[in-house]
């Protein structure tokens, strides 16, 4: 009976649960409050969670407990000890290939369709295959890795002899299962960074600016947020003279952490509101027009939602306005201060055209700006984010 407590303890979370914070953070204040709760079982009910957003859109009418039993059929190939919650024809049903699983489903149930799991499939970004997007929610990304520079032998020599498994997606760039452990493996930021196979690829962009090797360059990172992209230009290029903003202090103290570990020491920072009609470029910081500026812009978040599938069912449409009006205004703010000549590099981890190829299109209408490369790095074909990048370069 133990899986049924689980079950219906996940029910009950679920039933409370109303999206206003991040679900992680909500399940960690319960485990806090309810003590009885071991680590296998915070684990199997925090599974059962999101599992259950893992569903999206989809058959939204059907009591949660339906809609549970939904999702667990869906998301786990074989029935398991989960087999007491359903009958004899559910689990005739159950089919370890999803397709197949898939199918019986939408027999079952006509109002389920793929589609319905992420319903916006006529405001997506060109070149997204809308089913085959709605179905990887169903399964939860990978975790990547990027090794940094002439750490290539140290990392695959370190995770051998942990026997951790792995797989070589390039030279550089390493995929694992979801929640392994890796702090007393290696040395994260110093030997490789815990960054995304969508996101590891912005340095074929980065790799477009036209920079001479013997020469200084200035780049602002204006959105740094954990600074994965600065850590990345940084490799690609040690000549960056390193600029990080962000809205929040917090985030630019964890970042200094990180840049510390990584041994990035030479850099200045500064606390912002790109979005404030107000901003003024703070008097302490020299350094005001930038070779390269980096907006990895504030978004939707939607090609992430595989791994915070809560924000997938909690969306509406009328957000993808917000964000892209949002992203306006920090580009509005930070496009001064890009010399004639400079490069912008513009970055969403959205799916939505209005996000993305719009938003490009607006600022070359607007801008003296010229498209050098725009790319939309579809990760769902890879267990990974989807992400969107255009490199723009000032006339």
């Given amino acids: 009976m133990r899986y049924q407590s689980y079950f219906n303890t996940a029910i009950g979370l679920l039933t409370q649960y109303k999206g206003a914070q991040p679900l992680v953070h909500y399940l960690k204040a319960y485990f806090a409050m309810h003590k009885k709760h071991g680590s296998r079982d915070r684990k199997i009910i925090a599974h059962l969670c999101y599992t259950y957003y893992r569903l999206g859109h989809a058959v939204k009418d059907l009591p949660v407990e339906e809609r549970m039993r939904i999702a667990l059929f869906l998301c ?3 029935a398991g000890e989960w087999h007491i919650l359903y009958d004899a024809e ?3 049903g159950w089919d370890e290939v999803l397709e197949n699983r898939l199918a019986y489903l939408q027999k079952r149930f006509q109002t389920f369709s793929t589609l319905s799991i992420f319903p916006w499939h006529t405001a997506l970004s060109e070149g997204i295959d809308a089913e085959a997007f709605a179905v990887s929610h169903l399964l939860q990304p990978d975790l990547f890795l990027r090794i940094r520079p002439g750490k290539e032998k140290t990392v695959l020599r370190k995770l051998t002899e942990a026997s951790i498994p792995f797989r070589s997606i390039s030279d550089t760039c390493l995929s694992l299962a979801n929640g392994t452990k890796l702090e007393d493996v290696l040395a ?3 030997e490789a960074v815990v960054q995304d196979y969508s996101s590891q690829q912005i340095e074929s962009l980065l790799k477009q600016i036209n920079l001479n090797p013997e020469t200084e360059y200035h780049l602002w990172d204006c959105c740094a947020a954990s600074g994965g992209k600065s850590l990345l230009a940084m490799d690609c290029f040690w000549h960056w003279v390193l600029t990080v903003s962000d809205i929040r202090p917090a985030i630019l103290r964890n970042l ?3 840049f510390d570990k990584a041994g990035i020491r030479n850099y ?10 107000a901003f003024q470029w703070p008097q302490q910081t020299g350094i005001k027009n930038f070779d390269t500026i980096l907006c990895d812009a504030p978004c939707s978040g939607s090609g992430t939602w595989g ?3 809560e924000q997938l069912y909690f969306f509406s449409e009328e957000q993808i306005s917000i964000f892209a009006r949002r992203q306006k205004q ?6 001064p201060h890009l010399k004639p000549g400079g490069y912008l590099l513009y970055i969403t981890c959205s799916v939505f055209k209005q996000e993305n190829e719009d938003r490009v299109q ?6 003296p700006l010229t498209l050098v490369d725009q790319q939309l790095f579809k990760g769902y074909s890879q267990h990974a984010d989807t992400m969107f990048a255009a490199l723009l370069r000032k006339t």
């Avoid at 200045?268 to 009609?277: K, N, R, W």
Wanted: with cysteine.
């Fill in 90 to 92: 559910w689990l005739a």
């Fill in 330 to 335: 920090i580009l509005q703010q930070v496009l």
């Fill in 76 to 78: 786990n190939g074989k």
């Fill in 256 to 258: 200094k952490e990180r």
């Fill in 188 to 190: 994260i930021d110093a």
């Fill in 268 to 277: 200045q920072s500064f606390v912002a509101d790109l979005t404030s009609p």
């Fill in 307 to 309: 791994r915070t599938p």
């Fill in 362 to 367: 607006e600022l070359c209408d607007t801008n």
